[in-house]
């Protein structure tokens, strides 16, 4: 079963603190959650687009990923092709109908 945690919202948006939140929880659990970024949710990786809260940094929490086997997250662009240059990981770019498909056989999917 496979649980997709996909945040749609700009990086300094409280929900997107609640999906890294909810994803790392589900990561430290081993049940190796699927990240999804599409829309304003894109920044989240991107450099340059950091955003802080408590001083925290919200990507550097999603460099905790490293320490578990969660599968690379998944870039929703248009044609399934984004510069990896933009990225402060490696991701996976998709477009929206790989996505539905994949989206289709998910266990769970968690919108933030």
Known sequence: MTIYVIQTQAPD????????????????L??????????????????GQDALHS??????????LDLYECPAPLVV??????????WVMDVQSVDHQQL???????GKVLRF
């Open 13 to 28: 948006a409280p929900a997107s603190w609640h999906g890294q939140a909810m994803y790392l929880a589900l990561a430290t």
């Open 30 to 47: 081993e049940l190796n959650p699927q990240l999804v970024l599409l829309g304003d949710g894109l920044q989240h990786l991107q450099q």
């Open 55 to 64: 001083e925290r940094s919200l990507q550097k929490r999603y460099a905790l």
């Open 77 to 86: 662009t248009e044609n399934g092709s984004e510069s990896t240059t933009d």
């Open 100 to 106: 539905a498909n994949r989206l289709a056989c998910a």
